[in-house]
C-alpha cells in the first residue's frame, strides 16, 4: 500500500503531484468537448467538475473572485435561522478552519455544510442514506452527512471534498479520478472521492469488510473486488465504476500506469464535423 496517500486525517498533506499539462487543458477544452451538445450542458458540466475537483477553483479564479463575498472568514459565528428550533450552538472544525454554527438541533450535516457554510461540493442525491453522493471525512472516517446530525459532530474535524486539493495541487485520488476517466457528470464524484479517501485509511488499519476472506489474517492490500465492495455505498448513475475501482487501485498500490486516453485533436474534430455534415446533405 503506498503509505504516502493514504491518511485521511491530514488530507492537506496528501498533496498530488503539480497540475499536469492534461489537466490544465481539461478546462480550456471543456467548451471544445461539448460544442455539439449545447450551451446547457456545457455550463452544466463546467460548474459540476469544477466543484467536485477543487483545483479547478484555481483556474476559474475570476469566477472565485466573484464569489468571495459569499464566503465565510474563518472562525465567523453564523447566527441562528430566525425560524430555527431548539438552538444548538456546534463549532466545528472544516476543512482546516473553525466554524461556528447556531443551528436547529435537528440540521444535517449535508444542509448545514451546504446551506449554511455554503460548501457546495458534498451533493444531495437520495437524502436517505442510499446513494453516498453527500459523504465526507468526519475525523477522517467517511460518513453519509445527510443521516448526520450536525450537531452530534460538535468538535470534530470535517473535511469536504473542497478541503482536499491545496494550492497548484490536486489530492492524488482527485488525481487519478481525472487520470483514469472516473466520472461523467460528475453529480457523485464528491462523494466517491470522500469515499475513496476514506476507504484508504480503513485499508491501512487493516479492517475488514463484507468480502475479505479470511479475517483473521491481517491484510492492508485491497483487491479489486475488496474495493469494489467497499466502495458499494456510492452509486454512480453514470457508471463510472470501472475508472473509479482502477484509479483507487492506483492510489492505494502505488503502482502507476499510463494515462489510457487523450485528448481529441482539432483535426480529428474537424474531419468528424465534414463527415457528419456530408452525411446531412
Ligand atoms: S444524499 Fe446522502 S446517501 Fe444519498
Ligand atoms: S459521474 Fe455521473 S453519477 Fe457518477
Request: proline fraction near 4%.
Amino acid at each position: 500500500m503506498n503509505d504516502d496517500f493514504d491518511e485521511p486525517t491530514a488530507p492537506h498533506e496528501n498533496l498530488g503531484p503539480e497540475l499536469t499539462d492534461d489537466e490544465e487543458a481539461l478546462l480550456m477544452e471543456m467548451p471544445a468537448l461539448t460544442d455539439d451538445v449545447g450551451q446547457t450542458r456545457r455550463t452544466f458540466v463546467g460548474r459540476t467538475v469544477a466543484g467536485s475537483l477543487g483545483l479547478f477553483a484555481l483556474n476559474l479564479l475570476d469566477l472565485e473572485k466573484a464569489l468571495a463575498g459569499l464566503k465565510p472568514s474563518p472562525d465567523v459565528v453564523f447566527a441562528a435561522d430566525p425560524v430555527a428550533e431548539n438552538l444548538v450552538k456546534v463549532v466545528l472544525k472544516v476543512n482546516g478552519a473553525t466554524k461556528t454554527l447556531e443551528i436547529d438541533s435537528r440540521v444535517v450535516l449535508l444542509d448545514a455544510l451546504r446551506e449554511r457554510l455554503k460548501l457546495t461540493g458534498s451533493k444531495k442525491g437520495c437524502d436517505q442514506g442510499q446513494c453516498g453522493a453527500c459523504t465526507v471525512l468526519v475525523d477522517g472516517r467517511r460518513v453519509l452527512s445527510c443521516l448526520t446530525l450536525a450537531a452530534s459532530v460538535d468538535g470534530k474535524e470535517v473535511t469536504t471534498i473542497e478541503g482536499l486539493a491545496k494550492v497548484g495541487h490536486l489530492h492524488p485520488m482527485q488525481a487519478a479520478f481525472i487520470k483514469y476517466d472516473a466520472f461523467q457528470c460528475g453529480y457523485c464524484t464528491p462523494g466517491q472521492i470522500c469515499s475513496a479517501v476514506g476507504l484508504l485509511g480503513e485499508a491501512r488499519r487493516g479492517e475488514v469488510s463484507h468480502v475479505t476472506e479470511d479475517v483473521t489474517v491481517r491484510t492492508t492490500r485491497l483487491t479489486d473486488d475488496q474495493i469494489r465492495e467497499r466502495m458499494s455505498g456510492n452509486i454512480c448513475r453514470c457508471g463510472a465504476y470501472p475508472g473509479i475501482v482502477a484509479a483507487i487501485q492506483e492510489v492505494h498500490s502505488g503502482k502507476r500506469t499510463e494515462h489510457t486516453w487523450r485528448f481529441v485533436e482539432e483535426q480529428q474534430l474537424a474531419r468528424v464535423r465534414r463527415e457528419d455534415a456530408n452525411e446531412a446533405v
